[in-house]
């Protein structure tokens, strides 16, 4: 069993940041994808970006540039430093746990989820 603790959530102005953070219990990151994922009012979960236990990271193109996904291995958690965000940013973020590719292309195949960290973004 994985358990996935998100934090950093919160309420920033447009052209801020914030760092969200996912700690992973119960395993390793050997052989799980972790990705964040969001979903906004009204509108369907997203893939956001992922991390591969060897480095590899995957951006959605709405957020290229402007956050960074990255783990520590020591502390079995990963980051997301979301920079320059806009309003559209808005959402319910979360991490989830899964296989790779088929986790990340197809959210709903995640095999764990944390319950997700609120972060508003104001104009």
């Known amino acids: 069993e994985v358990q996935l603790v998100e934090s950093g959530g919160g309420l920033v102005q447009a052209g801020g940041s914030l760092r969200l953070s996912c700690a992973v219990s119960?395993?390793?990151?050997?052989?799980?994808?972790i990705g964040w994922f969001r979903r906004a009012p009204g509108k369907e979960r997203e893939k956001v970006s992922c991390i591969l236990s060897d480095f590899r990271t995957f951006y959605e193109d709405s957020v290229k540039g402007r956050f960074t996904i990255s783990r520590d291995a020591d502390k079995n958690t990963v980051y997301l430093q979301m920079d320059r965000l806009k309003p559209e940013d808005t959402a319910v973020y979360y991490c989830a746990a899964g296989e790779f590719p088929v986790a990340w292309y197809f959210p709903e195949r995640n095999e764990y989820w944390g319950v997700g960290t609120q972060v508003t973004v104001s104009s």
């Open positions: 119960g395993s390793t990151f050997g052989g799980y994808a």
